[in-house]
Structures are given as structure tokens and as C-alpha cells.
């Protein structure tokens, strides 16, 4: 007898499962997705900066911090910033040891990279430069999202506006190029920012229009800052062959 139920049928079904409850959704569950992160201090030091691949996590909690204990591991679905900076940490020396706790608000993020949160410090997360309404657990992440974990010094502080670098990621030797730098709010707002250095290559403060001109003899890796604001992502620039 021919099989008269064709594919868009058989999605629409398993849809409809799925949608019900009648089936198990491991597919989604394991399906990994690039997600950008970067762990930085009050002190200005960038502790890691890289993309990663992330989805479902079993994570063991491994310290007693935060209202929370080390315990049995348990599993987190789907991507999410927890899973990121587990994952990461298991791939990239540079983020351990990574302390986490578990207790009745769920996994705390302690310390990375032996850099703890004593006294009123603690991890700000943002997500897409906005701060986030949810803990790491929670916060679900997409392809292509940029996640921020930060050292503030304090919980009674406000957090200072992150910066954005925009440059090329390849060039000719000698080039000169422009390239810009913004900020963004806790919020999310975008602006322009006047007096930015951008370590890395020869080049002026960036004007009132966020730009300024570097000339580039090398491979190099380029950062912006200013002041107490958080330094921007790093662009790695190579040169053209």
C-alpha cells in the first residue's frame, strides 16, 4: 500500500506533538548555537573574549557561596548564558577554575577564573549589552548574542556603560583605517563616544563622532576604553596576504 502521508504532514504532526506534550523534544535540547562571550572586571581586565557553542549543560555545582552549596549535578536545557560560561570553561583554560553554587534560587556564579565576588561585589550579566532581568540559568541565548559577565565592584554601584569596538577583522600591512567606537546604557541605548583610546595600533582618541584612524603593521588585537567604562569586545585584525 503506498505511503500517502507526506513530509509537510508529517511535520505538521510532530508539531502538534510537541505542542501537546506527547513527545520528548531531545533534538532541540542538544542542538548547539555560537554565542559570543566576554568576562571582564571592574579592573579593566578582560578575562576572556571569544565565541562558543552552547546548548544543554549538566553542570555540577562545586562551592559554597552566594546563599548556595556544591551538590549533585543537574541539567540545564537548551542554550542558555549558564551553559555558555560552563561550556566555555571546559574548552578555554583561561575561565578556570569556575566556582558555581546551587541553593533555592538556583545555580550562583561564585568566581571565574579564580577571580571571586567578595564582600558586596557580584556578576553582572547582560545580554546584547542590556542587563538582564533573569539569572544566568534562566537567561536563553540565540545564535549570533553577545553576553557579558562583569566583576562590579558593588551591588549598591551602578554599572557603567559598556563599550563597542567596530573594526575591520583583516587588512592590508600598513593600512589605515577607520574604525568606531560606542557605548551602550544598562538599557540597551546606544551612543557615540569622544576620547576613546583604542590600544593595539598607532592611532588618536576617537573624535566626537566616535571614529578614529589607526594604522596597522600587523597582526594585532584591538580594544577600546575609557575611563571607567567597560572595555570594548576584541577585534582581531589580520593582514592580507
Keep these: 500500500m503506498t505511503n ?16 501537546l506534550g506527547f513527545v520528548s523534544q531531545p533534538a532541540m535540547a542538544a542542538k548547539k548555537v555560537p554565542v559570543n562571550l566576554r568576562v571582564v572586571t571592574y579592573k579593566g581586565q578582560i578575562v576572556f573574549d571569544g565565541t562558543v557553542n552552547t546548548g544543554t549543560a549538566k553542570i555540577k555545582p562545586n562551592a559554597d557561596c552566594l546563599g548556595g552549596a556544591a551538590g549533585p549535578a543537574r541539567t540545564v536545557v537548551g542554550p542558555t548564558a549558564l551553559g555558555l ?48 532581568m533573569t539569572g544566568a540559568e534562566t537567561t536563553k541565548v540565540k545564535r549570533g548574542d553577545k553576553i557579558l559577565l562583569y566583576l562590579s565592584k ?78 570594548s569586545n576584541r577585534v582581531q585584525v589580520s593582514i592580507k596576504k
Design 85 to 132: 560560561l560552563y561550556q566555555a570553561s571546559l574548552q578555554y583554560k583561561a575561565l578556570r577554575p569556575l566556582e558555581l553554587s546551587d541553593g533555592d534560587f538556583g545555580f550562583g556564579i561564585c568566581g571565574i577564573a579564580g577571580v571571586s565576588a567578595r564582600d558586596k561585589e557580584w556578576w553582572v550579566l547582560r545580554q546584547n549589552y542590556k542587563d538582564t
Design 4 to 19: 500517502r502521508i507526506t513530509k509537510p504532514a508529517i511535520g505538521l504532526l510532530l508539531g502538534l506533538a510537541l505542542l
Design 154 to 231: 558593588s551591588y549598591e554601584d551602578t554599572t557603567p556603560d559598556s563599550l563597542a569596538l567596530n573594526a575591520p577583522g583583516k587588512v592590508r600591512k600598513g593600512a589605515k583605517v577607520k574604525v568606531r567606537v560606542f557605548k551602550y546604557t544598562g538599557a540597551g541605548k546606544r551612543s557615540v563616544v569622544e576620547g576613546a583610546k583604542v590600544s593595539g595600533a598607532k592611532g588618536a582618541l576617537t573624535d566626537a563622532q566616535g571614529y578614529t584612524t589607526l594604522t596597522i603593521t600587523g597582526k594585532t588585537r584591538l580594544v577600546a576604553r575609557q575611563g571607567s567604562l567597560i572595555p
